[in-house]
C-alpha cells in the first residue's frame, strides 16, 4: 500500500474505526474526495459495521445515482442476502443503481470481484 492510509470510512462511537489494513477509517463524507473509491474499498474489506452507513448513501435520494450504486454494491459484497433484498427495492431506479440492483439479481460474478483500478 506504499505508506498511504485509506481515507475513508465510516463514523461509529469512537469516530474512527480501523481497516483490516491498518490504515485509518473517517466518515464517509458527500463531499471528500475519491469517495466512490472509499465506499468500495467498505465493501471490499467487508465489515459489517460500514453497513449502516451503506445503508444512509443507499436510501438518500439526492445522493448522485453513481455513489447509490457503489453502496449498494458494497452492501451485497459484506451481506449478500441483505444486499438481494435492497436490489430488489432500487431496481426500477435510475441508470447506474438500476445496473447494479439488476445485476445482484443475476449475481453476477463481477459484484464480488476487486476493481481493477
Known amino acids: 500500500m506504499s505508506g498511504r492510509r485509506l481515507t ?23 463531499d471528500m474526495k475519491q469517495r466512490r473509491y472509499a465506499i468500495g474499498a467498505l465493501g471490499y474489506i467487508g465489515d459489517r459495521a460500514a453497513l449502516p452507513t451503506l ?31 435492497y436490489a430488489v427495492q432500487f431496481e426500477k431506479e435510475s441508470d447506474y443503481l438500476r ?5 445482484i439479481g443475476k449475481r453476477e460474478s463481477w459484484l464480488v470481484e476487486p476493481s481493477k483500478e
Open 8 to 30: 475513508s470510512g465510516w463514523s461509529g462511537s469512537a469516530g474512527e474505526r480501523r481497516t483490516a489494513v491498518g490504515g485509518r477509517v473517517r466518515p464517509v463524507h458527500p
Open 55 to 85: 445503508e444512509v448513501i443507499l436510501r438518500t435520494e439526492d445522493e448522485r445515482d453513481y455513489f447509490r450504486g457503489d453502496a449498494l454494491r458494497s452492501i451485497y459484497q459484506i451481506d449478500p442476502e441483505l444486499g438481494s433484498k
Open 99 to 103: 445496473m447494479v440492483a439488476t445485476a
